[in-house]
Protein backbone atom coordinates (compact mmCIF):
# COMPACT_ATOMS: atom_id res chain seq x y z
CA UNK A 1 0.00 0.00 0.00
CA UNK A 2 0.93 4.14 0.04
CA UNK A 3 3.20 5.28 2.36
CA UNK A 4 3.72 8.34 3.18
CA UNK A 5 4.35 10.75 0.62
CA UNK A 6 5.82 14.43 0.70
CA UNK A 7 5.93 17.27 -1.74
CA UNK A 8 7.85 18.94 -3.50
CA UNK A 9 11.42 16.14 -2.81
CA UNK A 10 13.73 19.41 -3.14
CA UNK A 11 13.01 23.13 -2.87
CA UNK A 12 15.41 25.77 -3.17
CA UNK A 13 14.47 29.73 -2.10
CA UNK A 14 15.51 32.86 -2.16
CA UNK A 15 16.02 34.50 1.23
CA UNK A 16 12.80 35.95 2.18
CA UNK A 17 10.53 33.80 -0.23
CA UNK A 18 7.68 31.97 1.17
CA UNK A 19 7.26 28.41 1.06
CA UNK A 20 4.58 25.44 1.33
CA UNK A 21 5.76 21.85 2.18
CA UNK A 22 2.66 19.11 1.63
CA UNK A 23 2.50 15.75 3.69
CA UNK A 24 0.06 13.06 2.14
CA UNK A 25 -0.33 10.83 5.54
CA UNK A 26 -0.91 6.49 5.39
CA UNK A 27 -4.73 6.96 4.52
CA UNK A 28 -6.76 6.36 7.87
CA UNK A 29 -4.13 7.50 10.02
CA UNK A 30 -4.78 10.11 12.78
CA UNK A 31 -1.82 11.70 13.94
CA UNK A 32 0.40 13.42 11.96
CA UNK A 33 3.83 14.78 12.95
CA UNK A 34 6.09 17.38 11.19
CA UNK A 35 10.27 17.40 11.84
CA UNK A 36 13.07 18.99 11.06
CA UNK A 37 16.47 17.21 10.19
CA UNK A 38 19.38 19.55 10.04
CA UNK A 39 22.45 18.11 8.38
CA UNK A 40 24.45 16.19 9.93
CA UNK A 41 21.40 15.70 13.35
CA UNK A 42 18.60 13.80 14.13
CA UNK A 43 14.71 14.65 13.94
CA UNK A 44 13.84 17.25 15.70
CA UNK A 45 10.14 17.80 16.40
CA UNK A 46 8.13 20.95 15.29
CA UNK A 47 4.29 19.61 15.69
CA UNK A 48 1.76 17.18 16.02
CA UNK A 49 -1.76 16.62 14.63
CA UNK A 50 -4.79 14.53 15.97
CA UNK A 51 -7.09 14.81 13.04
CA UNK A 52 -7.35 18.12 12.12
CA UNK A 53 -6.11 19.51 15.50
CA UNK A 54 -3.32 20.81 15.58
CA UNK A 55 -2.35 19.58 19.78
CA UNK A 56 1.76 20.36 19.91
CA UNK A 57 3.25 23.03 18.12
CA UNK A 58 5.82 23.36 20.90
CA UNK A 59 8.83 22.95 18.21
CA UNK A 60 7.63 24.96 15.96
CA UNK A 61 10.88 27.45 16.05
CA UNK A 62 9.55 30.71 14.92
CA UNK A 63 6.25 32.60 13.81
CA UNK A 64 7.54 32.33 10.73
CA UNK A 65 6.18 28.43 10.98
CA UNK A 66 3.18 27.59 10.56
CA UNK A 67 0.94 23.92 10.08
CA UNK A 68 -2.38 22.88 9.30
CA UNK A 69 -4.34 19.80 8.26
CA UNK A 70 -7.47 21.60 7.52
CA UNK A 71 -9.95 17.93 7.03
CA UNK A 72 -7.78 15.64 8.82
CA UNK A 73 -5.67 14.16 5.71
CA UNK A 74 -3.55 16.06 4.22
CA UNK A 75 -0.70 18.39 5.61
CA UNK A 76 1.18 21.68 4.82
CA UNK A 77 4.38 23.42 6.33
CA UNK A 78 4.46 26.76 6.00
CA UNK A 79 7.26 28.81 6.03
CA UNK A 80 7.17 32.51 5.84
CA UNK A 81 10.20 34.93 4.84
CA UNK A 82 12.08 31.65 5.06
CA UNK A 83 15.74 32.57 6.59
CA UNK A 84 19.02 30.91 5.63
CA UNK A 85 19.01 28.73 9.02
CA UNK A 86 15.60 27.21 7.49
CA UNK A 87 17.94 24.75 5.30
CA UNK A 88 17.28 21.36 6.24
CA UNK A 89 15.00 18.25 5.63
CA UNK A 90 11.62 18.78 6.53
CA UNK A 91 10.17 15.23 7.52
CA UNK A 92 6.35 14.37 8.06
CA UNK A 93 5.41 11.24 9.69
CA UNK A 94 2.26 9.45 10.62
CA UNK A 95 0.67 6.82 13.05
CA UNK A 96 -2.51 5.28 13.62
CA UNK A 97 -3.22 7.17 16.64
CA UNK A 98 -6.79 5.21 16.63
CA UNK A 99 -6.82 5.53 20.82
CA UNK A 100 -4.91 8.68 21.45
CA UNK A 101 -3.43 8.88 24.82
CA UNK A 102 -4.68 4.91 25.17
CA UNK A 103 -2.61 3.24 22.95
CA UNK A 104 0.66 4.80 23.18
CA UNK A 105 3.42 2.42 21.31
CA UNK A 106 2.88 3.03 18.31
CA UNK A 107 4.87 3.22 15.00
CA UNK A 108 5.38 6.45 13.13
CA UNK A 109 5.99 5.58 9.15
CA UNK A 110 8.15 8.12 7.84
CA UNK A 111 7.86 10.02 4.41
CA UNK A 112 10.93 10.70 2.33
CA UNK A 113 11.27 14.20 3.54
CA UNK A 114 11.38 17.72 1.53
CA UNK A 115 14.94 18.82 1.53
CA UNK A 116 14.73 23.14 1.45
CA UNK A 117 18.03 25.24 0.81
CA UNK A 118 17.52 28.43 1.26
CA UNK A 119 19.91 30.89 -0.44
CA UNK B 1 20.45 20.63 25.14
CA UNK B 2 20.19 17.70 23.24
CA UNK B 3 18.00 14.96 25.96
CA UNK B 4 19.43 12.00 23.26
CA UNK B 5 23.00 11.29 22.63
CA UNK B 6 24.59 8.88 19.97
CA UNK B 7 28.29 9.90 20.50
CA UNK B 8 29.52 7.82 17.66
CA UNK B 9 28.70 9.13 14.52
CA UNK B 10 30.08 6.31 12.53
CA UNK B 11 31.03 2.63 12.60
CA UNK B 12 32.57 -0.03 10.61
CA UNK B 13 31.59 -3.63 10.85
CA UNK B 14 32.91 -6.81 8.84
CA UNK B 15 30.21 -8.52 7.43
CA UNK B 16 29.11 -11.80 9.62
CA UNK B 17 30.39 -9.85 13.17
CA UNK B 18 28.27 -8.15 15.73
CA UNK B 19 27.49 -4.25 15.22
CA UNK B 20 26.84 -2.33 18.68
CA UNK B 21 25.43 0.97 18.47
CA UNK B 22 25.49 2.79 21.36
CA UNK B 23 22.83 5.89 22.81
CA UNK B 24 22.58 7.90 25.87
CA UNK B 25 19.86 10.25 26.89
CA UNK B 26 19.44 12.29 29.99
CA UNK B 27 16.12 12.23 31.27
CA UNK B 28 14.97 9.56 33.96
CA UNK B 29 11.17 9.84 32.66
CA UNK B 30 11.97 8.70 29.15
CA UNK B 31 9.88 5.36 29.31
CA UNK B 32 10.05 4.65 25.93
CA UNK B 33 12.69 4.45 24.00
CA UNK B 34 12.99 2.91 19.40
CA UNK B 35 15.63 2.55 17.10
CA UNK B 36 14.99 3.78 12.92
CA UNK B 37 16.95 3.31 10.45
CA UNK B 38 17.47 5.54 7.73
CA UNK B 39 18.50 4.68 3.88
CA UNK B 40 19.76 8.34 1.80
CA UNK B 41 17.35 10.16 0.10
CA UNK B 42 14.39 8.20 2.35
CA UNK B 43 12.20 8.53 6.00
CA UNK B 44 13.09 6.70 8.45
CA UNK B 45 12.24 3.37 9.15
CA UNK B 46 10.71 1.66 12.39
CA UNK B 47 13.26 -0.76 13.51
CA UNK B 48 12.85 -1.88 17.10
CA UNK B 49 11.38 -0.62 20.29
CA UNK B 50 11.56 -1.03 23.96
CA UNK B 51 9.68 0.14 26.84
CA UNK B 52 11.60 1.05 29.85
CA UNK B 53 10.06 -1.62 32.18
CA UNK B 54 12.20 -4.39 30.30
CA UNK B 55 15.78 -4.55 30.16
CA UNK B 56 16.18 -6.19 26.82
CA UNK B 57 13.87 -6.90 23.54
CA UNK B 58 14.76 -9.02 20.70
CA UNK B 59 13.49 -9.30 17.23
CA UNK B 60 15.11 -11.26 14.64
CA UNK B 61 18.97 -10.37 14.76
CA UNK B 62 18.03 -6.94 16.59
CA UNK B 63 18.30 -6.78 20.41
CA UNK B 64 17.78 -3.73 22.61
CA UNK B 65 19.16 -3.68 25.60
CA UNK B 66 18.20 -0.93 28.13
CA UNK B 67 20.12 0.00 31.40
CA UNK B 68 18.12 2.29 33.02
CA UNK B 69 20.55 3.04 35.93
CA UNK B 70 23.14 3.76 33.34
CA UNK B 71 20.59 5.73 31.12
CA UNK B 72 21.98 4.12 28.08
CA UNK B 73 20.41 1.29 25.56
CA UNK B 74 22.45 -0.04 22.40
CA UNK B 75 21.31 -1.76 19.56
CA UNK B 76 23.01 -5.14 18.76
CA UNK B 77 22.76 -6.74 15.28
CA UNK B 78 23.96 -10.30 14.74
CA UNK B 79 25.09 -10.92 12.48
CA UNK B 80 25.72 -7.70 10.61
CA UNK B 81 24.71 -7.55 7.09
CA UNK B 82 25.98 -5.37 4.52
CA UNK B 83 22.00 -4.58 3.43
CA UNK B 84 22.25 -3.29 6.96
CA UNK B 85 24.40 -0.51 6.28
CA UNK B 86 22.55 2.65 7.40
CA UNK B 87 21.94 5.89 9.57
CA UNK B 88 20.62 4.32 12.78
CA UNK B 89 18.72 6.66 15.08
CA UNK B 90 17.52 6.00 18.88
CA UNK B 91 14.65 8.32 20.22
CA UNK B 92 13.21 8.48 23.18
CA UNK B 93 9.53 9.40 24.83
CA UNK B 94 8.39 10.79 28.17
CA UNK B 95 5.42 9.67 29.96
CA UNK B 96 4.72 13.63 30.01
CA UNK B 97 3.88 13.65 26.39
CA UNK B 98 2.92 10.51 24.48
CA UNK B 99 3.42 12.63 20.79
CA UNK B 100 6.61 14.14 21.35
CA UNK B 101 9.82 11.67 20.45
CA UNK B 102 13.58 13.22 21.05
CA UNK B 103 16.05 11.94 17.89
CA UNK B 104 19.72 11.61 18.84
CA UNK B 105 21.94 12.66 15.86
CA UNK B 106 22.58 8.70 14.42
CA UNK B 107 25.19 6.41 13.95
CA UNK B 108 26.40 6.06 10.65
CA UNK B 109 26.51 1.75 10.14
CA UNK B 110 28.66 0.11 7.16
CA UNK B 111 28.76 -3.10 6.83
CA UNK B 112 32.23 -4.38 4.63
CA UNK B 113 31.34 -7.52 2.99
Known amino acids: GAGVSQSPRYKVAKRGQDVALRCDPI?????LFWYQQALGQGPEFLTY????????KSGLPSDRFFAERPEGSVSTLKIQRTQQEDSAVYLC?????????????????FGPGTRLLVL | DQQVKQNSPSLSVQEGRISILNCDYT??????FLWYKKYPAEGPTFLIS?????DKNEDGRFTVFLNKSAKHLSLHIVPSQPGDSAVYFC????????????FGSGTKLNVKP
Open chain 1, 49 to 56: FQNEAQLD
Open chain 1, 27 to 31: SGHVS
Open chain 2, 91 to 102: AARGVWNFNKFY
Open chain 2, 27 to 32: NSMFDY
Open chain 2, 50 to 54: ISSIK
Open chain 1, 93 to 109: ASSWGGLAGVVRQETQY
